[in-house]
């Protein structure tokens, strides 16, 4: 079980705690240094962060709190407004909650890990995108995530570069991993009431079950992989598009 009680981590808690932290810092690292390309002085500023309900402690899981985390955000020249929050989080799930989530209906506490990125761009010839990736706990262990491209004015070939580096992503998991993951993302991402889907999609995945070592092993690598596409591919894309001239009527 998690660390809500006052334990530590065990491994691969802190393993995945330890990967989506270094993934902030990476990500953070290349946002700034295309402010800088554009001759911005741009820096990402964080706020630390406690977990916060009725009945939390707050404090680190290991003293028994809550846990909690540090968003990072930075608006720059390029990055209109652009945020990057890891959080490390337990406790026990409300009753009428508990029985929804997976593993949690015979035992209400849970301990989650994760990092999640939502970035908004200047130029509007400059997509817009958003990220996460996270590994709960419940009786149950798993991963979910996913990645999609949000572009306000869409260019068929970064739509083509962002899937097909998520595609290179997927093929070591299956023949079918990339074709399942980018419909659930679809599907997932589809607004009903104006019968069209938000952005030009990615992928999405969740219940990627980790409840053995092997498992864990795979789905954990399997959620790199995702973390590596998504810092491969977005930055470039970015770098093509942010000097695009364009007028009001763009925005």
């Not at 706020?47 to 290991?62: I, K, N, Q």
């Not at 419940?138 to 899937?163: M, S, V």
């Not at 591919?233 to 970015?238: D, E």
């Amino acid at each position: 079980m998690s660390s809500s009680t006052g334990t530590p981590l065990d491994q691969q808690q802190q393993d995945a705690r330890n990967w989506f932290e270094a993934l902030r810092t990476r990500i953070c690292g290349a946002f700034e240094a295309i402010e800088r390309e554009a001759g911005s002085d741009a820096r990402f500023d964080y706020f630390a962060w406690d977990r916060e309900g009725p009945g939390v402690t707050p404090g680190p899981l290991s003293e028994g709190g809550g846990g909690g985390g540090v968003r990072g955000v930075m608006k720059g020249r390029v990055f209109e407004k652009v945020g990057v929050n890891v959080s490390t989080v337990g406790g026990e799930f409300s009753p009428e909650f508990a029985g929804q989530i997976n593993g949690a209906g015979e035992d209400p506490r849970f301990f989650a890990t994760g990092i999640s990125l939502v970035a908004h761009m200047a130029n509007p010839h400059v997509p817009a995108v958003h990220m996460n990736t996270r590994f709960l706990v419940t009786t149950k262990r798993w991963f979910g995530g996913g990645a999609d491209l949000n572009p306000p004015i869409p260019y068929a070939e970064d739509t083509a570069a962002f899937h097909a580096r998520l595609r290179a992503a997927c093929v070591p998991f299956g023949p079918d991993a990339y074709e399942r993951y980018a419909k659930w993302a679809e599907d997932y991402f589809f607004i009903p009431h104006r019968g069209v889907a938000r952005g030009v999609g990615g992928i999405f995945y969740d219940h990627l079950e980790a409840d053995t070592p092997a498992a864990f092993d795979r789905h954990f690598a399997f959620t790199k992989a995702v973390g590596e596409a998504f810092l491969d591919a977005y930055p470039p894309i970015v770098r093509t598009r942010m000097a695009t001239p364009f007028t009001d009527e763009d925005v």
